[in-house]
């Protein structure tokens, strides 16, 4: 018999320090302590949204001291008077922008970046437009885009006072441009075949 498949007690609270003891493969977010089990693989549609979005912000930011990154990438948002590797909530963003550099390290980022992209799917959609939308409010992400691939929607929050208001929303069709980052313009007609493919 094989060795028995990794679990974990999903009613207990861990930190950073036991997220980095768990196998590599094993895919998660960690927020407020709680483990989130991600999906095994995205689908395909969900991961060419995410990559068009990906190499239009990175084109974009070529030579400018933003730094885009891509999921799987680990984003540490630690509380005040947390001790290194005590942190509670780790995510893995679809695609984010950090223009603070010394947010950078070997392990990801570690603070939250200035601006977070999560494209949903069916398997996501609570966490990312409730539980997320919280979370990144409270770490101090300035702007958070959610891509709604099969409604065609995009809906932009900028954090205004420490808080986001109500979203603007737009038809994922023609170019939207970042709040915070003006260079930034993405331009959704690139995607019309992955957008208009087969529901997830």
Not at 54 to 82: A, E, M, N, T, Y
Not at 103 to 123: C, T, Y
């Amino acid at each position: 018999m094989g060795e028995p498949a990794f679990q974990l007690d999903l009613d207990r609270r861990y930190t950073y320090a036991d997220y980095l003891t768990w196998p590599d493969d094993f895919r998660c977010e960690l927020i407020e302590g709680k483990v989130y089990l991600m999906s095994p693989a995205p689908t395909l549609r969900h991961q060419d949204v995410v990559g068009e979005v990906f190499v239009q912000i990175k084109q974009q930011l070529k030579g400018k001291p933003c730094h885009p990154g891509i999921s799987p990438l680990d984003v540490r948002l630690p509380k005040l008077g947390r001790k290194k590797d005590d942190e509670e909530t780790v995510v893995q963003p679809d695609v984010l922008v950090v223009c603070d550099p010394s947010k950078l390290d070997s392990r990801g980022v570690k603070g939250a970046p200035d601006w977070v992209i999560e494209v949903i799917s069916p398997r996501t959609a609570s966490r990312d437009q409730i539980l997320k939308r919280r979370i990144y409010e409270a770490a101090g992400v300035r702007e958070y885009w959610l891509v709604h691939p099969i409604d065609r929607i995009l809906s932009v929050y900028v954090l205004q006072d420490g808080v986001y208001g109500a979203p603007e929303m737009f038809e994922l069709s023609g170019c939207v441009t970042s709040r915070i980052l003006p260079e930034v313009t993405l331009d959704w007609d690139e995607l019309p075949q992955v957008l208009q493919a087969d529901d997830e």
